[in-house]
């Protein structure tokens, strides 16, 4: 077992993210894990991240709030609401609410 307390997470800077406050709960620097790292991403209102192509297989779970997600058109997600990419989809995600919203963030790790 490994524990990550929110409170510890290992904060990193993810790329083309703008105001998000990224954590790092598991894998990579953050602990052990053989196939995917874990991170919670905090969206506040007039955040985004992207537009960018995802570099592995990557899903999303909105855990609270709504964030608008451009892919394959324009998508709300809300609370508990799902989204899987494959490697090389373009996305952009935008807090265009006037609330908080928290992302669960799970991307695959590289095959060696």
Not at 2 to 19: E, G, I, S
């Amino acid at each position: 077992m490994h524990l990550t307390r929110h409170a510890d997470a290992v904060p990193y800077q993810a790329p083309l993210h703008d105001n998000v406050d990224t954590r790092r709960m598991q894998g990579l620097e953050a602990g052990p894990s053989d196939a995917f790292w874990v991170g919670i991403s905090q969206y506040p209102p007039g955040s985004s991240a992207g537009p960018g192509e995802v570099m592995a297989e990557t899903v999303y779970v909105i855990l609270d709030g709504e964030l608008t997600l451009e892919c394959e058109g324009t998508h709300v997600l809300r609370t508990h609401d799902s989204v899987r990419f494959v490697a090389g989809e373009h996305r952009r995600l935008v807090n265009a609410s006037d609330a908080n919203a928290t992302l669960l963030v799970c991307i695959a790790k590289p095959q060696a």
